[in-house]
């Protein structure tokens, strides 16, 4: 309604798409009429958009079924871009209201208007209907009793996936803490302490042994520590951000300097660990506590003014309606959570998949990464809270108004040297947004754009195909640039940017030494168990 009161108050803005709607129907009728197949088709699909890959979309009538979609995809992109007058979050949520509705009708979601369907038909005489219907009729009834299926053999976690030797030193009501084994015959003094986002369990970064961050650090000579956080139901309810630092982030670091006293530690944080991180990394500095060797971000907000597609979930009447929920039922819930990541892609996660299952009857293909992705947690309902209200919302961080124990905690701060990644098609952590830990810090800094998205970028193991980065360095003190042109004046490096981060880290280190024991019996953190333990399996 914003948008149309806007819209009927601009004449000239009425006149181009009506030029718009003019110029597309021209197009597309002169394309439809001549029928030429040297001439490139009026109107192109995304660059992310799959749907239409089948080689038969280029021939008639699918070919104009398609343009006709992507020619009405293209008016409502011009009549939904910014209009004088209408708040940015308003033309954004009417765009992406726009969009939900042309996905809906797209032609590649009919079996007679898609050509895959069609010849899939054909060939199997009708059984991949048959079992699409199973498929369909399965997944209904999963979505009603909300079962989760067990993962698919060769993917289960502990045994094929985060499967790197290793102990559980540490455990307490939120947190358990893992010591990975050393695998070369020295260390660098200096440990790794990795704080995964509570969103979700931690093995993203120790999938299968090809693609695990933590093994490719281990081969590195680093002592790598993970946190493994607790799923937590309705009898958690009361836990805070606060309680997320003090118990989780800061008990990490109190167990590692039992096993490693008189060591710095390098700590690098994921997605929400990353902001909770630099939350924790800013108190001590304010508090003048030296327990940080370096700070990593790895697609992690520490500013959420541009913080993406999420932002238009996001406004007082519904983070108030999201608080009564969770108030209810004590968490926010892995269903609630997974919808609203999948309505951002809605074209691939929703649409595509629902294609492929129950009109091709393919089941889905398994992987290390769909398994994880579907592993979720919970989200206690105070903490939730806390952070959609605070951070996402009030954006206190960098705004200068996030207190920890009463006092106002400044990102700037932080002096020990950074190393913040980003990713270049991140829907979840823009990386422009990412990328302003530089306009909210003075210290050195390191910069990192890498290809991918918010977890396909971070797993870009070396020897990974078709794998890029942009690497920048900006010196303590030095002014700041924008993110206006950085990838221009940044030429990109082929192959992973994994070997830039074990090498910066290794310059941030002391000379090799000895490895340490596995936990610290003689001061009371003896080997609980075997990684990953119990945490990770908590449905």
């Not at 021939?59 to 008016?75: E, I, S």
């Not at 898609?114 to 038909?121: L, M, R």
């Amino acid at each position: 309604m914003d948008w149309a009161m806007h819209l009927s108050r601009a004449p000239g803005r009425q006149l181009e798409l009506f030029e718009r709607a003019q110029e597309n129907a021209l197009k597309l009728t002169a394309f439809m009429v001549t029928r030429d197949r040297d001439t490139a088709p009026p109107f192109a699909p995304k660059a992310f958009d799959h749907r239409f890959d089948h080689p038969l979309w280029s021939r008639f009538p699918y070919l104009g079924w398609q343009q006709g979609f992507l020619a009405a995809q293209d008016w409502w992109d011009a009549a939904t871009s910014p209009l004088r007058g209408l708040e940015r979050r308003e033309t954004e949520r009417t765009r992406f209201m726009a969009r939900q509705a042309l996905d809906l009708v797209s032609p590649s979601n009919f079996p007679v208007s898609n050509p895959e369907i069609v010849v899939e038909t054909v060939r199997t005489k009708g059984r991949n209907m048959v079992d699409g219907s199973h498929h369909l009729a399965r997944d209904i009834l999963k979505t009603l009793t909300q079962r989760r299926d067990p993962p698919p053999e060769g993917f289960r976690p502990g045994k094929d996936l985060a499967c790197t030797p290793g102990k559980v030193v540490f455990r307490n009501a939120l947190c358990e803490l893992i010591q990975y084994e050393p695998t070369t015959e020295t260390v660098r003094p200096e440990p790794i302490l990795i704080v995964p986002a509570w969103i979700m369990k931690y093995y993203i970064l120790d999938l299968s042994p090809q693609n695990s961050l933590v093994r490719f650090l281990v081969s590195q000579g680093f002592t790598v520590f993970m946190m493994s956080w607790v799923n937590p139901k309705a009898d958690k309810a009361g836990l805070s951000l606060e309680d997320y630092r003090r118990d989780g982030v800061l008990a990490a670091l109190d167990a590692i300097n039992e096993i490693v006293p008189g060591r710095r530690v390098h700590a690098m944080g994921y997605c929400l660990g990353g902001t909770m991180l630099a939350i924790a990394a800013a108190t001590m500095a304010r508090d003048a506590v030296d327990r940080l060797a370096t700070v990593t971000l790895l697609a992690a907000q520490v500013d959420f003014v541009e913080a993406g597609e999420l932002l238009l979930f996001l406004d007082e009447s519904q983070v108030a309606v999201l608080e009564d929920l969770m108030w209810d039922q004590g968490f926010l819930d892995r269903p609630q959570m997974t919808r609203t990541f999948a309505a951002i892609r809605a074209e691939d996660l929703i649409y595509s998949r629902a294609v492929r299952r129950y009109f091709l009857g393919r089941e889905d293909l398994p992987s290390d990464i769909g398994v994880w992705n579907t592993d979720t947690t919970r989200m206690p309902a105070r903490m939730h809270g806390e952070y959609l209200r605070g951070l996402f919302l009030e954006n206190r961080l960098s705004a200068g108004r996030f207190a920890v124990e009463g006092r106002v905690i400044a990102l700037k701060d932080i002096a020990v040297p950074m190393f913040v990644v980003a990713t270049e098609t991140d829907h979840i952590a823009p990386w422009q947004s990412v990328y302003k830990a530089q306009l909210f810090t003075d210290g050195d800094l390191t910069f990192v754009l890498t290809k991918g998205g918010h977890n396909g970028g971070i797993l870009s193991e070396p020897g990974h195909p078709g794998r890029h980065y942009r690497i920048s360095h900006r010196p303590a003190g030095a002014p700041y640039a924008g993110p206006d042109g950085w990838i221009e004046r940044h030429d990109p490096k082929d192959g992973s940017w994994w070997p830039e981060w074990s090498s910066w880290l290794a310059a941030q280190s002391g000379p090799p030494v000895a490895p340490p024991e596995i936990g610290a019996v003689a001061r009371g953190l003896p080997p609980l168990a075997d990684a990953p333990c119990s945490y990770i399996h908590q449905v």
